[in-house]
């Protein structure tokens, strides 16, 4: 019998929902894992169509998500957050005794809207905050530490490799700039000197958008941590399991493509020598085309406008 289970917390309209349910092809009792939980929406949605021995098991490093997660698991005992960084998959896997049990991993990318919608976390070009930008305001330096310690040619580097900034030396240059006046102490601040720096502004796009992603990713070493948990998800799947993504920007989604088509194709050999696809090992299969969100959904969240959701499935 499947249990639908209350919402606990406020509600947060989760991106590709349905498409995410489908991809992860869920079994009345198998185990899951969301590595990031967020609000919980995709999380309480995979509870709803779970029996009573499914589990799922959740990950976030973000304070305030975790307390959105003990609440989930006060009112439904198949569910567990744990507080870490999702680079820590295997080893709460491992003390379970799920290695290789795993029927499905989800990935959801990049910041939440929880996240940009609070000032005090410093994520956001269009409200003022601190200029914080980690996901564990615990752990590490803030962008802000950061910036006033970085040279031109480091941040000009950030933002053009995490960015894809055209203008990233001019803008680093105005930082740096700034900062020698004055101590850059918020976001609106930093925002205003990118906008007065960026001699092209798209429509529709503010200037600071593509600044505020670089820097934000560097700072939480988000595509080293998503190169990190990627190999754990082979030895965590079960044969058949599933490895749903969805990325944000080309940037991890290059990564996820990446992984997923060098694992479809299994050991590399040279071309000349006849080889079985037994003999390749390939450790997942690509299951469709990547998915991307609807119309209708894009009109009713915005911010889902530059999602895309990749499937692979293990051997």
């Given amino acids: 019998m499947l249990i639908s289970q209350p919402t606990p917390v406020a509600f947060h309209q989760p991106v590709l929902l349905l498409e995410v349910l489908e991809a992860l092809t869920i079994h009345s009792n198998g185990i899951y894992v969301d590595c990031t939980f967020g609000r919980g929406g995709h999380s ?51 003390a379970r005794n799920w290695l290789g049990q795993v029927n499905g ?40 530490v950061w910036l006033s310690q970085a040279t031109t040619q480091q941040v000009a580097h950030v933002l053009k490799e995490y960015g894809e900034e055209r203008y990233a030396w001019r803008i680093a240059k105005a930082i740096i700039t700034a900062r020698q006046k004055t101590t850059l102490t918020s976001t609106l601040q930093l925002a205003n000197i990118i906008a007065a720096a960026h001699p092209h502004w798209e ?24 190169q990190q948990i990627l190999p754990q998800t082979l030895e965590v799947l079960a044969p058949q399991g599933r490895l749903v993504v969805i990325s944000f920007h080309s940037l991890e989604d290059r990564i996820v493509k990446r992984f997923i088509r060098n694992q479809a194709k299994g050991d590399t050999f040279p071309i000349n020598i006849p080889l079985t696809v037994t003999a390749l ?23 889902a406008r530059s999602a895309v959701l990749r499937v692979a499935e293990k051997r």
């Fill in 203 to 226: 429509k529709g796009k503010h200037p600071a958008t593509r600044s505020f992603q670089a820097l934000r990713i560097f700072i939480n070493r988000e595509l080293e941590e998503l």
């Fill in 105 to 144: 991993i989800l990935l959801d990318l990049g910041v939440s809207s929880p996240q940009l919608d609070n000032p005090t976390r410093g994520f956001s070009f269009m409200h003022d905050g601190p200029l914080d930008m980690r996901m564990d305001p615990g752990r590490g330096d803030s962008i802000g």
């Fill in 281 to 303: 090992r390939p450790q997942l299969r690509m299951i469709g085309k990547p998915i991307f969100p609807s119309t209708e959904e894009i009109m009713a969240n915005p911010r």
């Fill in 44 to 94: 309480q949605a995979i509870l709803n169509r779970l029996g009573n021995q499914g589990q799922v098991l959740a990950f976030d490093q973000d304070p305030e998500a975790m307390l959105a997660a003990q609440t989930l698991s006060k009112v439904d005992n198949r569910f567990t957050g744990i507080h870490t960084s999702f680079t820590q998959l295997k080893q709460p896997i491992v």
